[in-house]
């Protein structure tokens, strides 16, 4: 083809302008056709093998452009801007524009040496892929990367336990510095490590339609903290929920992570349990949560904060205005830890949920924590979780009164102990209920007692006064009985003297 009619196809608009600037000698023109047609297939496809995704798919698409259709405006989409290569994807180029993408992931399995996954194939036009205990492999990884470049459509991608390792964390790291629709991305484990942590951070710290990241169980540690502190910094990010429990982040990491979570201001959701956080570096984290604008629920349990870790924690509650959610189970903390805590509970007034199930706590500290909820009219509490914690009667008790004010607190706890016998209903006094008696039916003392007095020797005997007073139909037990028997019996002769029953009435009454 001559350089005149590449100019006729390719610059039909700009021909006046080139015209002129051919008249005026200004352009150049080398007739000659480009070096690499004189190359032989073989040797052109070896060099663009090592070419990037969108130089192959231009450079092998440019001449059949040129000789089979004019150029169109939509055909400037034609190439991929990213940077994920890979060998040998020559034959890429005669795939024609495929919306679904389908035909790019199966050349690309094709060219890796992959079968592809046909749940993938079935989901690229969904808006949630969810693809866990698939065994994808960093080639694997890499396969789907590659139409995922363009993807518009998916906005939830889920490879939890895909063994993907730290290189296909990084192919699917450099396809999102492209993809701008994925917002929540789940990573669990898959044995990144830290080779692939800087990738993940990197990602993190750029990337702007990410919302939610789970990267849990994925071996990162202390050695890899200064990298996600990096991202934590970030408030270009709008990274809102971030998972990184079950990993390795001890005390030193907790140090490092501390001040970049006290300047993040877009982080709502941050999840750091199962890991290894104590001492300095969990005192660190709760002086990051003190300073901190954004979170709203933290989530630090099975960790080992400890009874000085929370009284950091108490002192982040006294300044901290937004948090809303708190989890602390299962971080050795102990009674002293608990009436700690219980200082920053008399005074926050946004916490609704705290979580301190499965440390040792007694009921004594579980007491420690109502008291306080309490005293603080202002708490925001709802709901106190002491799974596992065993409380007594003075708990229920002081609960119950709160409750009464407070009808939507509740309390999660094992179980109570210790003597919890009902109240017994108050006895009636059995000198009353006698009296009660001769008033009901106007009767006089001496005329009872002169009907009890079988013998009529002007006193009634114990067995006579019971006979009486089953007979009048007066319901007292025998308890009742022989306490009105020894309250009439003043000499204590086993004789009751019915002469001075009547002063004895009047003096009761």
């Known amino acids: 083809m001559s350089v005149g009619e590449e100019e006729e196809i390719i610059c039909t608009d700009q021909s006046a302008n080139t015209s002129e600037m051919l008249h005026n000698g200004e352009l150049q023109v080398n007739s000659d056709k480009p070096e690499y047609e004189d190359e032989s297939t073989e040797t052109s496809n070896r060099r663009l093998s090592s070419l990037p995704l969108s130089s192959v798919h231009l450079d092998r698409n440019m001449n059949s452009l040129i000789k089979e259709t004019p150029l169109k405006d939509d055909d400037s989409d034609s190439g991929w801007d990213t940077d994920l290569e890979i060998d040998g994807l020559g034959e890429v180029s005669k795939v024609?524009?495929?919306?679904?993408?389908?035909?790019?992931?199966?050349?690309?399995?094709?060219?890796?040496?992959?079968?592809?996954?046909?749940?993938?194939?079935?989901?690229?036009?969904?808006?949630?892929?969810?693809?866990?205990?698939?065994?994808?492999?960093?080639?694997?990884?890499?396969?789907?990367?590659?139409?995922?470049?363009?993807?518009?459509?998916?906005?939830t991608l889920d490879l939890e336990d895909n063994w993907i390792e730290s290189d296909g964390a990084i192919y699917i790291a450099d396809m999102m510095k492209e993809n701008c629709y994925i917002a929540h991305l789940n990573l669990s484990e898959n044995k990144i490590g830290s080779k692939g942590a800087p990738a993940m951070c990197e990602m993190l710290h750029d990337n702007q339609s990410l919302r939610k990241v789970i990267l849990s169980g994925n071996g990162f540690g202390d050695r890899d903290a200064e990298h996600f502190a990096y991202a934590l910094q970030s408030n270009y990010s709008k990274v809102k929920e971030l998972n990184l429990s079950h990993n390795e982040f001890s005390e030193i990491g907790g140090e490092i992570l501390g001040p970049a979570i006290a300047t993040n201001e877009t982080l709502e959701v941050l999840d750091l349990s199962w890991n290894h956080i104590r001492r300095k570096g969990a005192i660190s984290i709760c002086r990051g949560l003190a300073e901190n604008i954004g979170i709203k629920i933290l989530n630090i349990s099975w960790n080992g904060l400890a009874n000085e870790g929370a009284l950091a924690m108490a002192e982040a509650l006294k300044f901290n205005s937004n948090l809303i959610e708190l989890d602390l189970s299962n971080n050795r903390i102990?009674?002293?830890?608990?009436?700690?805590?219980?200082?920053?509970?008399?005074?926050?007034?946004?916490?609704?949920?705290?979580?301190?199930?499965?440390?040792?706590?007694?009921?004594?500290?579980?007491?420690?924590?109502?008291?306080a909820l309490r005293a603080n009219t202002n708490s925001a509490l709802i709901d106190l979780d002491l799974t596992d914690i065993m409380v007594n009667k003075d708990f229920q008790d002081l609960l119950k009164e709160i409750q009464e004010l407070r009808p939507e607190f509740k309390v999660f706890y094992k179980g109570a102990f210790g003597a919890f016998k009902k109240k017994e209903k108050e006895r009636p006094d059995p000198l009353k209920m006698l009296r009660d008696y001769i008033d009901k039916n106007n009767m006089r003392v001496w005329d009872l007692f002169k009907a009890y007095d079988k013998d009529k020797s002007m006193s009634v005997s114990k067995e006579e006064f019971k006979k009486g007073i089953s007979s009048s139909g007066i319901r007292m037990t025998e308890s009742q009985v022989d306490e009105l028997m020894h309250t009439l019996d003043k000499d204590g002769d086993g004789e009751i003297d019915f002469r001075l029953v009547g002063q004895r009435l009047t003096n009761h009454n």
């Open 334 to 371: 102990t009674n002293e830890g608990a009436i700690l805590l219980s200082k920053g509970l008399e005074i926050n007034d946004t916490l609704k949920l705290i979580k301190l199930g499965l440390n040792p706590i007694t009921a004594a500290g579980a007491h420690a924590l109502l008291l």
């Open 96 to 155: 024609s524009f495929d919306a679904s993408g389908k035909k790019v992931y199966q050349q690309a399995c094709t060219d890796l040496g992959v079968i592809p996954v046909s749940h993938f194939m079935r989901h690229m036009q969904s808006s949630k892929v969810v693809m866990k205990h698939h065994g994808l492999g960093p080639t694997g990884a890499k396969a789907i990367a590659i139409p995922l470049v363009t993807n518009t459509t998916i906005l």
